[in-house]
């Protein structure tokens, strides 16, 4: 966790002139984002409310190309050089796309993400992973480019709904799958008493001691896309159907997605790999417990298969490849899964 004096301390390396913000439009109009009772939140304020600011609508379908130039035009006509920092305060959408701009203005500035959902802080702002969804795929365009820093502000999960912090605890879910079956009960038991802070350490160490191994996602790297696979299919199913109502944001949040997808890898991986049948029941009665049954119905299987063959992961045409687990703690990269198999786990998914 850290203060504002980190911020401070990585500013005072630029010149003034060449330091700029992005920022969630829904922040600015947030009653706790200038509350003096978050004074964390408020010394940030102070901080950055000197520089040129851009406001941007973080939602989904605002993460677009056309978005970016917004960034770009926004940087350049503050005559922005190579020498300049960008800093992104918001969610997984905002330091997407300010990483991205950011990565690619000039052929690369430096740039700080202040995340502020807890999506974000334990999976979206770490790890140097950019870019921006492209004719109806989730981050199919993008760049990995380290950030200067990730700072983290725990007051900001105080101004957060129940929703925005069950999204974000899939991640860490996921994170404790990955790292042992002591850490992954920890993480069970966190969620039940509704202490998320605790979880955002284990999925930070979890994920920077991979990216630290593999940078760029050429083998161990891909193991943190454990249950994107069927996550990101039915995220991006639910954009196109506005099968979203009843969230806040109107689509299916992306930790809402990815716990489907946990639940639908589970039972593959039980079928093909022989993963304990007790997690499989386990994450199914997570899912029912705390984000709710599927919001689609048996019609959308095919669709949903079909998206999957889009996945960037997939290496060759004609093919699904996913991570699943042999154990808590040993996952497999680039199983192949067949048409048939990925509609079995559907039909357990959605009979739940």
């Keep these: 966790m850290n203060n504002c004096s980190d911020l401070s301390l990585i500013v005072s390396q630029y010149d003034p002139r060449q330091v700029f913000v992005v920022i969630d439009s829904a922040l600015e109009l947030c009653p706790d984002y200038k509350n003096q009772n978050y004074s964390d939140i408020s010394e940030l304020v102070n901080i950055t409310s ?7 609508q973080a939602k989904e379908m605002n993460k677009t190309l056309k978005t970016v130039e917004q960034i770009w035009n926004f940087l350049f006509d503050n ?24 990565a690619t203005y000039k052929r690369g500035i430096d740039y700080v993400n202040i995340p502020t959902t807890l999506l974000s802080m334990s999976d979206a702002a770490w790890g140097g992973k950019t ?7 989730k981050n ?10 990730t700072l983290i502000f725990p007051s900001w999960l105080d101004t957060l709904s129940e929703q925005e912090k069950l999204s974000g605890y899939a991640e860490i879910i996921k994170c404790g799958l990955l790292k ?25 160490e979890v994920k920077q001691s991979v990216v630290r191994e593999d940078p760029n996602e050429q083998s161990l790297r891909k193991v943190l896309n454990l249950g994107h696979s069927v996550g990101h299919a039915i995220e991006e199913l639910g954009i196109r159907n506005a099968s979203g109502a009843k ?5 299916i949040p992306h930790g809402y997605a990815v716990l489907y997808g946990l639940v639908a890898m589970a039972y593959l991986s039980h079928i093909l790999l022989g993963l304990d049948r007790r997690i499989v029941t386990t994450l199914s009665h997570i899912m029912v417990e705390y984000y709710g049954r599927m919001p689609f119905q048996c019609k959308d299987y095919k669709e949903i298969i079909n998206l999957m063959y889009c996945d960037k992961k997939n290496e060759h045409e004609g093919e699904i490849r996913m991570v699943l687990l042999r154990h808590i703690g040993e996952p497999v990269t680039d199983q192949i899964v067949h048409e048939e198999e990925l509609m079995e786990s559907l039909e357990y998914l959605f009979s739940l």
């Design 79 to 102: 005559h922005a050089t190579r020498k300049a920092l960008l800093i992104n305060i918001g969610g997984g959408i905002i330091c997407d796309l300010g990483g991205f701009a950011a």
């Design 180 to 204: 042992d079956s002591t850490t992954f009960h920890t993480i069970l038991r966190a969620l039940e008493d509704r202490d998320y802070e605790n979880g955002i350490a284990v999925a930070v």
């Design 247 to 251: 969230y806040t944001q109107g689509v």
């Design 131 to 137: 870019g921006f969804n492209y004719r109806g795929m």
């Design 50 to 56: 000197g520089f040129p600011t851009l406001c941007l």
């Design 140 to 149: 199919v365009i993008g760049i990995i480019r380290q950030p200067k820093a």
